[in-house]
């Protein structure tokens, strides 16, 4: 419905008695369902005005889920390599399309900016301009921090080489310069 009505954060929904309305259920499953998602952190009541979206990006849930998702070290282990595949794919990609303008525009934020590996990352998943692995990635590492794993903070040989390489054109150098990083960030 969200998406149907092109809602966004700070958007207000409809009123309980629509809701009822269009989902063809009870008052009481509504409200006990928007109590849910209030609690999740979804949405917000205010007095007098409504109940509003909000930025689902600032709220508890992959922590909560995470709980429940990583119980066991098998599930971690999954979180780190699938989300580490779909880096490793984006560079690929990003050879593909082979676009020197935006590879220059990389070198230059690197070399003019503090940043974590985060924030790298979501650059590159940016550059590899596939909305479903930019999707899925976003997902994956809000689970990857939801771990505490130690956050690497700016290497600039690293991330350089990474953007060296790509800018060279040849794989097996990005290949060779990620899994440099990432032993790093293992270690």
């Known amino acids: 419905m969200i998406e149907q009505d092109g809602l966004t954060p700070g958007d207000k929904i409809p009123s309980e008695r629509e809701l009822c309305e269009r989902l063809n259920v009870g008052r009481s499953s509504v409200r006990e369902a928007l109590r849910a998602l209030e ?10 005005e409504g109940t509003f979206i909000r930025d689902f990006r600032s709220n ?49 934020w690197i070399e003019s900016c503090e940043f974590t590996d985060d924030q790298f990352f979501i650059k590159i998943v940016e550059l590899a301009d596939n909305h479903l692995f930019y999707r899925i990635w976003s997902i994956l590492n809000d689970y990857y921090d939801a771990l505490k794993l130690p956050k690497m903070e700016r290497k600039d040989p690293f991330y350089s080489s990474i953007v060296q390489a790509l800018r060279g054109g040849n794989e097996a150098d990005v290949l060779r310069a990620y899994y440099s990083l990432r032993k790093l960030s293992n270690d």
Do not use: P
């Not at 609690?39 to 007098?48: K, N, Q, Y």
């Open 60 to 108: 508890q849930l992959v922590q909560l889920l995470g709980t429940f998702v990583l119980q066991d070290t098998k599930a971690k282990q999954d979180v780190i390599e699938t989300k580490y595949l779909i880096e490793l794919d984006c560079l690929r990609l990003i050879l593909r399309r082979n676009n020197e303008k935006q590879l220059e525009e990389l070198k230059d």
């Open 39 to 48: 609690l999740l952190g979804l949405i917000e009541t205010r007095r007098g």
